[in-house]
């Protein structure tokens, strides 16, 4: 009776589980489980992502189409006053726009423009810096002084000029869409400075390593030394950065549009429910106003919050 060999699964077939364990056992989760502030942030953060990704399921009419809204239903006070009526949890606005709704697809509106803003602030700015850090030169001197000049402006006043300048050029030609385009565009190029000198910063150090020496002996090019293997040992800052700037984005887009220079009323972000709720304020409309302002406020502070302890647990020298 011959004995027959039994296959038997090796190590590398099975899925490396391993992963999960070591981010569970790493100091920056340590460091996450020991913040309850940083875990209310976290779970706020989620909790606003996930409604506006929702909002069609949850919001009892579409505020972006005139057919479903009824002038009759304007200005109801929200559903626990004396005045307010079912379904208008929060109350409706002047246009009998459902408040809770608005403030749904308002989200979406405020972080598509502000995730895409990142985005595209963060490409065009660790491309910069990376060209600038690598060759060094005339390259990074030119790309440098242009951010130098770009940092004597404030970034609204930077979004407001490409906003206007945009504006200008196509006029009434912009719909909805492309006004959203336009915001990111405006938002990209306004951040994209902190990116590029940060990265050139740690390219400057990281050139001189033995590792991309090697690289560069072996004969790789230099766009492949400068994405896999120089980039990865920025991700960190870069990280950091950009989970402060989309609070800086969301901001910079709800202040456009606030004064008037961002998303239309009928496509309306949280910036533009503010404005409008402004100028019913003092009539006693305060609801309007009110809880686009409190959605609005939360989100910048919960992403303020995780940019922050992000900062701290990513810093070797405090860990």
Avoid: C
Avoid at 254 to 281: C, E, H, K, Q, V
């Amino acid at each position: 009776m011959s004995n027959a060999a039994v296959p038997h699964q090796t190590s590398s077939s099975v899925p490396d589980a391993g992963w999960l364990r070591r981010a569970l056992a790493s100091d920056v989760f340590y460091s996450f489980r020991r913040s309850r502030l940083t875990m209310v942030a976290a779970a706020v953060t989620l909790l606003l992502f996930l409604l506006a990704i929702a909002a069609p399921l949850l919001a009892v009419q579409n505020p972006f189409d005139p057919a479903q809204l009824q002038l009759m239903n304007s200005r109801i006070e929200p559903l626990w006053t004396a005045e307010g009526q079912s379904p208008f949890l929060l109350g409706t606005d002047e246009q009998g726009r459902d408040v809770f709704s608005a403030i749904l697809y308002g989200l979406r509106i405020s972080l598509t423009v502000g995730v895409l803003g990142v985005v595209f602030s963060g490409a065009l700015g660790i491309l910069l810096g990376l060209v600038a850090g690598y060759f060094g030169g005339a390259i990074d001197s030119l790309i440098m002084r242009i951010a130098d000049v770009q940092l004597t402006f404030p970034a609204i006043l930077i979004a407001l000029l490409v906003n206007g300048v945009a504006k200008s050029v196509f006029g009434n030609r912009l719909d909805a869409m492309s006004t959203l385009a336009v915001l990111v565009f405006a938002i990209g190029l306004s951040f994209w400075v902190q990116y590029a000198r940060t990265v050139r910063g740690s390219v400057m150090v990281e050139k001189n390593k033995d590792y991309v020496a090697a690289a560069q002996l072996i004969g790789l090019p230099a766009h492949v030394i400068m994405l896999r293997h120089v980039l990865p040992n920025t991700m960190g800052p870069i990280l950091v950065i950009a989970t402060i700037n989309l609070a800086l984005a969301i901001i910079t887009e709800a202040t456009l549009s606030f004064l008037g220079a961002g998303m239309p009323d009928t496509m309306p972000s949280l910036g533009t429910l503010i404005r409008i709720g402004n100028n019913y304020l003092f009539s006693g409309e305060w609801w309007i106003v009110a809880f686009p302002g409190i959605a609005l406020a939360a989100l910048i502070l919960s992403i303020n919050l995780l940019g922050d302890w992000l900062r701290d647990a990513l810093n070797p020298k405090l860990r």
